[in-house]
């Protein structure tokens, strides 16, 4: 059950389009078609912002988008804005029935 | 509205054990799968435990297989967790969270609850 491997930071400024990448394995993300995002503000629970690899839930914004190629899932965000700076977590099913989370990315809006 | 209310963190000295509870209002609880999540200070998070909408199954991350038993009341629309060995690295925030209805991803989180375990 080793995590997913996201990247630790990425920026970008106001406007700008940024990528974040959760890498893990045939037995987890590139095996299933169940990856999810969510989205964690300092001391606030985990708010979800795709779910299925690139599916949006009711009122979060078009701006998040998500996809997938072979063990590697991405979560875009576009026309970044200030709002948007947080934490962000990927997380996917596995072969064992088990859930597994990314180690998590700072996302900085310059 | 859906609503998830943990309770039962606290300090605990290492090796003793302690129950979370996590009360689900709001919506059917006999028909969702649960979940608990933790979060280390500063840290990621990481997911502990699942348990079905009946119960008849469970599994358990590795770090605490063995030693946490996770386990449902759908009379009370309760959620629990039974932690025994306490060790330093389980202290955390503990959220319990709802998995959407036969589908793969939270949809719910309680605020959750905090667990320090120190001598």
């Known amino acids: 059950q080793s995590a997913l491997t996201q990247p630790a930071s990425v920026s970008g400024s106001p406007g700008q389009s940024i990528t974040i990448s959760c890498t893990g394995t045939?037995?987890?993300?590139?095996?299933?078609?169940?990856v999810s995002w969510y989205q964690q503000y300092p001391g606030k629970a985990p708010k979800l912002m795709i779910y299925?690899?690139?599916n949006r839930p009711s009122g979060v914004s078009n701006r998040f988008s998500g996809s997938k190629s072979g063990n590697t899932a991405s979560l875009t965000i576009s026309g970044l804005q200030a709002e948007d700076e947080a934490d962000y977590y990927c997380?996917?099913?596995?072969?064992?029935?088990?859930?597994?989370f990314g180690g998590g990315t700072k996302l900085t809006v310059l | 509205q859906v609503q998830l209310v943990e309770s039962g963190g606290g300090v605990v000295q290492p090796g003793r054990s302690l129950r979370l509870s996590c009360a689900a209002s709001?919506?059917?609880?006999?028909?969702?799968?649960m979940h608990w999540v933790r979060q280390a200070p500063g840290k990621g998070l990481e997911w502990v435990a699942v348990?079905?909408?009946?119960?008849?199954?469970?599994y358990y991350a590795d770090s605490v297989q063995g030693r946490f038993t996770i386990s449902r009341d759908n009379s009370k629309n309760t959620l629990y967790l039974q932690m025994d060995s306490l060790r330093a690295d389980d202290t955390a925030v503990y959220y319990c969270?709802?998995?959407?209805?036969?589908?793969?991803?939270?949809?719910?989180w309680g605020r959750g609850t905090l667990v320090t375990v120190s001598s």
């Open positions: 969270v709802r998995e959407e209805y036969k589908c793969v991803y939270f949809d719910y």
């Open positions: 709001g919506f059917t609880f006999r028909d969702f799968a």
């Open positions: 348990i079905s909408y009946d119960g008849s199954h469970k």
């Open positions: 045939s037995s987890d993300v590139g095996g299933y078609h169940y």
């Open positions: 299925d690899v690139s």
């Open positions: 997380s996917s099913y596995t072969s064992s029935s088990t859930r597994v």
